[in-house]
T-cell receptor, first 114, second 115 residues
Framework: AQSVTQLGSHVSVSEGALVLLRCNYSSSVPPYLFWYVQYPNQGLQLLLKYTTGATLVKGINGFEAEFKKSETSFHLTKPSAHMSDAAEYFCAVRTNFGNEKLTFGTGTRLTIIP | EPEVTQTPSHQVTQMGQEVILRCVPISNHLYFYWYRQILGQKVEFLVSFYNNEISEKSEIFDDQFSVERPDGSNFTLKIRSTKLEDSAMYFC?????????????FGDGTRLSIL
């Protein structure tokens, strides 16, 4: 079984400040990890993914995430927040052993303070 | 960039009626999915579909639900005898392959409101 925990349903940061959104996963086999962003009234857009190889992955809009197996974490960061980053962010996990579904976390709503 | 498209964007239906939600996956994708998101809750997997048959389904996906690929481009979710608790945002997704490292691409969703 697999699961995702996102700490903090709401995060507020000032424009220009560091963004850190936390994600911890549970998986009995090596996971594939994804971050999706959802803007108001829109669908889920892939930000970045970790499959194998380099543990620090870069995505769109200046976001990056680091896979830490020892901590079972995949936190999302951005050095400098922009107003356009305000959205809901979902961490998701998937395995490659007969299990095609994505399992999502509960999401973190990011608010940017001008 | 190719997109997954869903219609309608908003569907309002009386309880007990049947609804069909439509999706056009990305053209060269072979795996198709439906997810739902009840207001304020997480996105939940409903079903995956490959080679004209269901490959995996969740506990939510009971006999009330069915999926179909009626032609080479559309992928539909049918909900029979809708209930109030079926009110949610329904997302269609597709991926080129079913392996875990292939990302799923999502549509903008259909907001289903059951009255």
């Amino acid at each position: 079984a697999q699961s995702v925990t996102q700490l903090g349903s709401h995060v507020s940061v000032s424009e220009g400040a560091l963004v850190l959104l936390r994600c911890n996963y549970s998986s009995s086999v090596p996971p594939y990890l994804f971050w999706y962003v959802q803007y108001p009234n829109q669908g889920l857009q892939l930000l970045l993914k970790y499959t194998t190889g380099a543990t620090l992955v870069k995505g769109i809009n200046g976001f990056e995430a680091e896979f830490k197996k020892s901590e079972t974490s995949f936190h999302l960061t951005k050095p400098s927040a922009h107003m356009s980053d305000a959205a809901e962010y979902f961490c998701a996990v998937r395995t490659n052993f007969g299990n095609e579904k994505l399992t999502f976390g509960t999401g973190t709503r990011l608010t940017i303070i001008p | 960039e190719p997109e997954v498209t869903q219609t309608p964007s908003h569907q309002v239906t009386q309880m007990g009626q049947e609804v069909i939600l439509r999706c056009v996956p990305i053209s060269n994708h072979l795996y198709f999915y439906w997810y739902r998101q009840i207001l304020g809750q997480k996105v939940e997997f409903l079903v995956s579909f490959y080679n004209n048959e269901i490959s995996e389904k969740s506990e939510i996906f009971d006999d009330q639900f069915s999926v179909e690929r009626p032609d080479g481009s559309n992928f539909t979710l049918k909900i029979r005898s809708t209930k109030l608790e079926d009110s949610a945002m329904y997302f269609c997704a597709s991926s080129r392959e079913g392996v875990g490292n292939q990302p799923q691409h999502f549509g903008d969703g259909t907001r289903l409101s059951i009255l």
